[in-house]
């Protein structure tokens, strides 16, 4: 059974810094692109990062991207999101999701797996 597990999330103040954690099981995440998206109520789900599958190359949203740093740690089967000088509009829940492909995508439709999400508050 696949399962991705977020954690990490939680409140935080403007120009603060988190790290979230997808710990997969029942999928080996050197064989899949990894990304994270986000997504608040009322609002479509966004892409924030994705890291490929054969090469550790990423991509970001621009909204993100001077801020955030998407890793995988192999070993541990677990990918992270680095999320520094967080902004009030960076809360939302985030999700891991994954995708056997070389370089995933920045839709969420083209992700089989998804983890359930973690919250993320930012005060200002």
């Known amino acids: 059974q696949v399962r991705l597990v977020e954690s990490g999330g939680g409140l935080v103040q403007t120009g603060d810094s988190l790290r979230l954690a997808c710990a997969a099981s029942g999928l080996t995440i050197s064989s899949f692109a990894m990304a994270w998206f986000r997504q608040t109520p009322g609002e479509e789900r966004k892409f924030v990062a994705r890291?490929?599958?054969?090469?550790?190359?990423?991509d970001y949203a621009d909204s993100v991207e001077d801020r955030f740093t998407i890793s995988r740690d192999n070993a541990k089967n677990t990918v992270y999101l680095q999320m520094n000088r967080l902004k009030p509009e960076d809360a939302a829940t985030y999700y891991c999701a994954a995708q056997n492909s070389a370089f995933g995508s920045s839709l969420p439709t083209g992700y089989p797996y998804w983890g359930q999400g973690t919250q993320v508050t930012v005060s200002s």
């Open positions: 890291v490929y599958r054969d090469y550790d190359s990423t």
